[in-house]
């Protein structure tokens, strides 16, 4: 069973806009915090940006006033808007919690998305 389903992403022109968005499985027992990586090719993969659950958010610098993360607690989703998209976005973004997936776990832990393409070209 997958635990995060992701979706949104395609093809768009320099300056657009497309909203990502990744849920995670209602079964689900506790969240701690969500957030969006993207891998370019021949890159590593970087943070895009995250957020807790009382919604503290983190930016990678690049991003910043041009994406923005946001989530919705009771539908276990996130969401980012990215804006002003340039051609170095282009890359997969995978989505990322940090979850308890049963109430018997003890800690949290990593759970990764598919990943989504994203290309910015004209």
């Known amino acids: 069973q997958e635990q995060l389903v992701e979706s949104g992403g395609g093809l768009v022109q320099p300056g657009g806009s497309l909203r990502l968005s990744c849920a995670a499985s209602?079964?689900?027992?506790?969240?701690?915090?969500m957030g969006w990586y993207r891998q370019a090719p021949g890159k590593e993969r970087e943070l895009v940006a995250t957020?807790?659950?009382?919604?503290?958010?983190n930016y990678a610098d690049s991003v910043k006033g041009r994406f923005t993360i946001s989530g919705d607690n009771a539908k276990n989703t996130v969401y980012l808007q990215m804006n002003s998209l340039k051609p170095e976005d282009t890359a997969v973004y995978y989505c990322?919690?940090?979850?308890?997936?049963?109430?018997?776990?003890?800690?949290?832990?990593?759970?990764w998305g598919q990943g989504t393409q994203v290309t910015v070209s004209s």
């Open positions: 957020i807790t659950s009382d919604g503290r958010t």
């Open positions: 209602e079964s689900v027992f506790s969240i701690n915090n």
């Open positions: 990322r919690a940090l979850m308890k997936v049963y109430s018997s776990v003890t800690y949290y832990h990593p759970y």
